[in-house]
């Protein structure tokens, strides 16, 4: 006996069941296509750009708030410094005044 | 392409090579359904009727693998997978044919892959290596070892007889 042979002879194909390629064209209609999932892509695209956008604007927010209320600070500082500056002027001024007058009544 | 062609045209090769491998029609039927649904969701990516062919016999291939591994965890028997009851067939032809087709599904998992690539879709060993992603080695060690495991069955069956 040819073992090839006789391999060969019972593993010939057979053929599919009679509904089969009926079946699969049946159930391609619920699956999907690539031009389906194109159609998908176009539908999603907006709310996936909205949800990207939301996203960058909730990590750039914060340090965008941080680094506003940090120059405002920065400010109010500066602000305080020169008030504080020109009440020590006013003051240096009025003793240079009262050292002046003191001395011409010295004299 | 043409889908409706290409299923006109694989279904059989589709369906035998799970057919012969799970040795139950349903399982395999539907596998092989589910093999060119797969093909269909990537149907702009084929280039020819002979690349959907190729696709299809690699992805049954894997497919019927993945399968038995996943019934070892939850057995299915289908009605091939029962044995038939001891008669004696009118033809000897039918029953030798049966007797080996039984033999290749008693085969271990890539054995038995290796078998039906070579003789049911006729591919030579550098072909089956490829497609099952094997050494060219290990794919004849594979035939000689099922050939020599089937000559052996063969021949004590005809002893005890």
Known sequence: ?107 | MDFTGIVTDNQSMVFSIAVRFLRDREGAAELAQDVFLQLYEKLSWIESPAHATAWLRRAICHRCIDETRKRRLRPRVGLDAVPEPATESRNPDLLLNERLRRMVAELPESARMVVLLRYQEDLDPMDIAGMLNMPIGTVKSHLHRSLAIMRGRLEKQEICK
């Open chain 1, 1 to 107: 006996m040819n073992l090839d042979e006789e391999l060969i002879a019972a593993l010939r194909r057979e053929a599919a069941p009679e509904n089969f390629a009926a079946g699969v064209l049946a159930k391609t209609t619920l699956a999907k296509t690539p031009s389906s999932r194109a159609r998908d892509w176009a539908f999603r695209r907006p709310a996936i750009f909205a949800l990207a956008a939301v996203l960058i604007l909730a990590l750039v927010l914060p340090s965008a708030i941080y680094e506003y209320r940090r120059q405002q600070r920065g400010r109010e500082a500066r602000d305080q410094l020169i008030a504080a500056l020109s009440i020590t002027r006013v003051q240096l001024q009025q003793v240079q005044e009262k050292i002046r007058r003191n001395t011409r009544h010295r004299i």
